[in-house]
């Protein structure tokens, strides 16, 4: 049974700036930031999707009926058929304990297994777009801590599925503690940071990595949510990016309290690229490693090149001075005024946008349209 109800006293919500809890379940807690749940989970693995199904049901059911069945069925006439052959494809290697949060979660939501593979699936029955990251230090932040931006981009009928973003909290029984900013009911890690300060983000790498895909690899953005649980340094990190290849091409950012790498990650090899200026990284939807010996052209990849330039244009303007308010004003710049964020109208939009500061285990969410920049403190819940 879910608890519902709101309890007074100081705790980490109200530090926060969130509500709640809003409600409990099973050793689970929600809470709210603005528009925004978010779940702290607790225990096993099947426990925490218990939880995390119980929770968050009102928005599983509704994003499932908005997203498979009136988009992706009856809008793109995409069948059941081959819809679950996508999705059961994606569920088949993950690990178990990450095929006991799905299942977990089915006991619980009202939603049944099949309908979970489906809802988690749900960005494979799209085309990959763009997303760009950009990270900040040393001088660049005028010796503050290190921040992080990151603009998740999608095609504009994801800007309705992103009303159901949710921030979720895992503590693992044996792993370390991590969250996660993605649609709801979506297990895999695109955005996120684990208790010992380690965050990462994902931005498609298929305008430089091609199209070469395997169907007998582990997804990659699944062992990137074994990768943040599992490990505490960046040294650790770059171990098991070395250590697995992915299905197809990612480029995957990642940073702690004091530097960032950007991996240019292809089914076929691997480059971990340092900042491009000292203190300031920048990545969009190619490889710019000079190693590769490749060349994008201009307004190709989704403008990746563009907003690449733009970014690091920006990042120099306002060297001395980035930190969590000002990267948030950085990132609510479009690409037409000289940023990386896709205007609010045409085919491809972004959808959300995510600032952290790792060293302090803080995260700010927004989703253009739907909810101003709001605030979830991590080391409160951590």
Known sequence: MVMMGMTGGAGASEKAGMTGPLARFEGGTLYQSGKVPVVDLHGSFRQMGRQYGALLSKELKAL????????????????????????????RFYPRRFKDILEGMAETSGLSLKQHLRLNAMEYFGVITGCSGIFAWGAHTAGGPLVAGR???????????AQKLAVSVWHPDSGIPAAMVTFAGVMYMTTGMNADGLFLELNNGLPSGGGLTFTNRIPAIVNLMAFLMDYATLGELDAAFHTTRPEFAFIIN??????????????????????????????????ADPSWGLMLQANTGFESPLRRENLLSLGEKMKGGLNAESMKALLDIPMDKGGATWPQEGGIRTVYQVVAVPGERLLWVKVPGYQDWTDVDLKDLF
């Open 64 to 91: 499932y009926q908005e997203a498979v069945e009136t988009y992706f069925m009856k809008k793109k006439s995409l069948s059941e058929v081959v819809m679950d052959e996508m999705a059961e494809a994606l569920f």
């Open 151 to 161: 603009n998740y981009d999608w095609f504009d009928s994801y800007t309705g599925f």
């Open 254 to 287: 990642v940073a702690d309290s004091r530097e960032a790498f950007a991996y240019e990650w292809a089914p076929f090899d691997l480059r971990r690229r340092a900042a491009d200026r000292e203190g300031l990284l920048v990545a969009t939807n190619h490889f």
